[in-house]
């Protein structure tokens, strides 16, 4: 969500509407949820403000209502819009980590490897491999 809404932020909520109306029709007595929203962390926000010249957060109140408008203006019948920088969300965060930490499930380690922040995910060494320009490249 580092940029304004474009044809694929669209066509990921058509389908998920589309699924949501679909169980409706199928089950109107049931309570159905349609959940959706804006993900506002991450080096790629921090940049995307920056260039911006605009605070994080301030960034993402623009951002998050052009998604709203976007979604209005389609029709999108969702239940809840939900932003990861809604208290709500990082309550829930914040109560399932602790669920998983005192499960053992979350642990210090050491880890290295390549963090791409297009993918917003590191590779291993065997992941990536070295360009004629000195890059190194998810292979």
Known sequence: MFSA?????????????????WQKLRDPESTHVFSTGTDEHGI??????????K?????C??????????FQKF????????RTTEDRH???????????LDAGFIYKDVYSGWYS???ECFFADGEVEDSPSGKVLHS
Do not use: M
């Not at 965060?93 to 669920?99: A, F, L, P, T, Y």
């Open 61 to 70: 109140d623009h951002i998050s209502e052009k998604f709203r408008d976007l």
């Open 117 to 119: 922040i297009v993918d």
């Open 44 to 53: 790629k926000i921090f940049r995307s403000a920056e260039k911006a010249q």
């Open 55 to 59: 605070e994080p957060l301030k960034f």
């Open 5 to 21: 809404p474009h044809l694929g932020h669209l066509y990921t909520v058509v389908l998920a509407d589309a699924a949501h109306r």
């Open 90 to 100: 990082k309550l829930c965060v914040e109560h399932v980590w602790k669920q998983l």
């Open 75 to 82: 029709d999108i019948a969702n239940t809840d819009f939900i």
